[in-house]
């Protein structure tokens, strides 16, 4: 059965007036419901500083299978939620949240959410963001001059990766990648469409990641040093591209300059900085003792960290590097320990002091769980989605026999039907709302995890999981490699270095399709700015519609052969019917689409593959 006759509401431009309202305005929102199950009354429940009230709507005209509703919503609180009650014609109650309608009464977990607060950059969320690890991007002439640093065990382009998290030589093994060699591959990062380079951490540490800095005053002569990142940065920007940087604000590595400080000297107020104990222990980042655990609630180590003009959060963003922003690195532990909770207090002195120095400078904070109640108001503009996105389509899509290890869990990644994925990505954009999730990164994989390519098997399966990165609500961010077909069991080991000298191995069907979706993505508002309704969900497809006031888009996931689907086109399209059915892209065999005299359009059998049309 399809799901076009459902009530839908979302925080698009179809439904909302003003994405970003002042405090204490109005702003119209409507509602779309259908005319198969008829709606006597709606009415509009929002919360006034957390008390429930209820505002009716009015019917508006609609057309024989849609009716439409609106009413005022009174921004009054920074954050405002709220929701819908459905009258239906048979005097049966429904409520309609974020996560879809149901019959029952629901808790407020996933009410619609509507901040006051400025939302995230244009340039942000209308990205591309391709993810580079700079040790095994790309090594250019310079970096044989370099040598070896005492901590790191060498190894050629060509070695295989180690990646057990138990082998000591996994941090240790250096292939020698800089930040010239970033440069001068500029020219493929741009070709795979993307429009942000995020590099992993580009200041020195005693490991590959450099997760465990040491200073926080330059960059790894190892990478090419100071002169390297500006000249990195000026080429992204002469590109009309942006530039990420990545600053772990939870720890520093045991051998920075502030943790020695500390250490050597109690009295020193760098000690205040960490977690010291009476007997000179200190807290660490998941017990890692070459990670201490910073201090937020220290006000010397906030304004030497991430509050004012002269922190390490504002230096970065201004010349000659000139970031565009900060990927946070464990956002969701900053500023928390046991009972003491400051994180959002530290998101919002981060953001804060990334827009004095750059207006409109993008925060994204790294979050693997739940990180709903991190990202509604002036923090981090969004975070890294895995639990919203990743790990519903890998659920979705892994093969039956993946040897790929899942990501914060003891257990292997489970193979779920179509139904149950769309639950689980309906209820995560409820929890995290809509401006939030359409700010936050739609990841495939990264750094951290293994491979698309590993998990799903298949060059076919894969390029699904690509359409769904590109279509669904959120930023498709690439971690570099994915888009030529790059494997990796687990995190570690999907650090593969580039294989820049065997290009005739790379899967060059995949990198087109990748950026055949980027540029889709780029020409339709649909696939940016456009709401997300269901029309269709089987065990092994999923059917939506991305709709704009500038032209909607419908979008078919197969992971398996299936039959034709067919679809009504007056809910789908409206009083016009389907104006065109034009094929935009597809990784299939897929036809324009033909309304039938019986008011139905019939999306063909096929299988696996993502096809996109315009309606």
């Known amino acids: 059965m399809h799901l076009l006759d459902e009530p839908h509401h979302d925080g698009s431009p179809t439904y909302v007036d003003d994405e970003a309202p002042a405090l204490g305005s109005e702003v119209t929102v409507r509602l779309r419901t259908s005319t198969a199950r008829p709606v006597r009354e709606v009415w509009l429940r929002t919360t006034y500083d957390a008390e429930p009230t209820y505002r009716p709507c009015h019917e508006l005209r609609g057309d024989p299978t849609t009716v439409w509703w609106e009413g005022s919503l009174l921004v009054r609180n920074p954050v405002a939620h709220y929701r819908f009650l459905l009258v239906h014609e048979d005097d049966t109650q429904q409520w309609l949240t974020g996560a879809g309608p149901v019959d029952h009464d629901p808790p407020d977990t996933f009410d619609y959410r509507l901040p006051s607060h400025r939302p995230a950059p244009d340039w942000g969320r209308d990205a591309v963001v391709y993810q580079i690890f700079p040790d095994r991007f790309a090594r250019s002439a310079a970096a044989d001059e370099r040598p070896t640093p005492d901590w790191a065990v060498p190894a050629q382009w060509e070695d295989e990766v180690v990646f057990e998290p138990q082998d000591p030589h996994t941090p240790l093994q250096f292939f020698g990648g800089d930040l010239d060699g970033v440069v001068e591959h500029l020219d493929h990062v741009a070709e795979v469409g993307a429009t942000v380079v995020y590099t992993t951490p580009v200041l020195p540490g005693e490991s590959n990641h450099r997760y465990n800095a040491s200073t926080f005053g330059h960059v790894d002569p190892l990478l090419g040093g100071d002169e390297a990142y500006t000249r990195l940065s000026a080429a992204v920007h002469a590109r009309g591209l942006r530039i990420l940087g990545d600053l772990t604000t939870n720890h520093t590595g045991d051998t920075h300059e502030w943790f020695r400080r500390a250490q050597a000297d109690p009295d020193a107020i760098e000690r205040s900085y960490y977690f010291f104990d009476e007997h000179g222990g200190y807290e660490s980042w998941m017990g890692h003792h070459t990670l201490p655990k910073v201090n937020h609630t220290n006000p010397a180590l906030r304004a030497a960290f991430v509050e004012g003009p002269d922190s390490i959060v504002a230096r970065w963003l201004r010349p000659p590097f000139d970031l565009d922003g900060w990927r946070i690195d464990v956002a969701?532990?900053?500023?928390?320990?046991?009972?003491?909770?400051?994180?959002?207090?530290?998101?919002?002195?981060?953001?804060?002091?990334?827009?004095?120095?750059?207006?409109?400078?993008?925060?994204?904070?790294?979050?693997?769980?739940?990180?709903?109640?991190?990202?509604?108001?002036?923090?981090?503009?969004?975070?890294?989605?895995?639990?919203?996105?990743?790990?519903?389509?890998?659920?979705?899509?892994?093969?039956?026999?993946?040897?790929?290890?899942?990501?914060?869990?003891?257990?292997?990644?489970?193979?779920?039907?179509?139904?149950?994925?769309?639950?689980?990505?309906?209820?995560?954009?409820?929890?995290?709302?809509?401006?939030?999730?359409?700010?936050?990164?739609?990841?495939?994989?990264?750094?951290?995890?293994?491979?698309?390519?590993?998990?799903?098997?298949?060059?076919?399966?894969?390029?699904?999981?690509?359409?769904?990165?590109?279509?669904?609500?959120?930023?498709?961010?690439?971690?570099?490699?994915?888009?030529?077909?790059?494997?990796?069991?687990?995190?570690?080991?999907?650090?593969?270095?580039?294989?820049?000298?065997?290009?005739?191995?790379?899967?060059?069907?995949?990198?087109?399709?990748?950026?055949?979706?980027?540029?889709?993505?780029?020409?339709?508002?649909?696939?940016?700015?456009?709401?997300?309704?269901?029309?269709?969900?089987?065990?092994?497809?999923?059917?939506f519609l991305r709709e704009h006031p500038e032209g909607s888009v419908l979008v078919s996931a197969r992971r398996a052969a299936g039959d034709a689907v067919g679809l009504p086109t007056g809910p789908l399209a409206g009083p016009l019917g389907l104006n065109a059915g034009e094929v935009l892209l597809t990784t299939d065999e897929a036809s324009p689409l033909v309304p039938g005299p019986d008011g139905h359009v019939v999306l063909p059998a096929g299988g696996p593959g993502l096809t996109v049309w315009r309606i």
């Open 332 to 543: 969701n532990m900053t500023g928390r320990l046991g009972d003491i909770d400051v994180n959002h207090e530290v998101a919002r002195g981060v953001r804060r002091t990334a827009q004095e120095v750059r207006s409109d400078a993008l925060v994204i904070g790294e979050h693997n769980h739940d990180a709903s109640t991190d990202v509604d108001g002036d923090g981090w503009h969004g975070t890294m989605n895995y639990s919203g996105f990743s790990w519903p389509v890998w659920e979705w899509l892994i093969a039956p026999d993946s040897t790929a290890r899942s990501f914060g869990r003891p257990v292997p990644t489970p193979r779920r039907p179509g139904p149950v994925v769309l639950r689980a990505l309906r209820e995560w954009m409820g929890r995290l709302g809509w401006r939030a999730t359409s700010a936050s990164w739609n990841i495939l994989g990264s750094h951290d995890s293994a491979r698309i390519r590993t998990v799903t098997g298949t060059a076919e399966q894969q390029q699904v999981a690509a359409g769904l990165q590109f279509t669904l609500p959120g930023v498709p961010m690439i971690f570099a490699g994915d888009e030529i077909g790059l494997e990796g069991v687990i995190g570690e080991d999907s650090r593969r270095t580039m294989p820049w000298q065997r290009y005739d191995d790379w899967d060059h069907q995949t990198m087109a399709v990748y950026a055949s979706l980027a540029a889709l993505r780029r020409a339709h508002p649909a696939l940016r700015r456009g709401g997300l309704r269901w029309a269709y969900a089987d065990d092994d497809t999923l059917v």
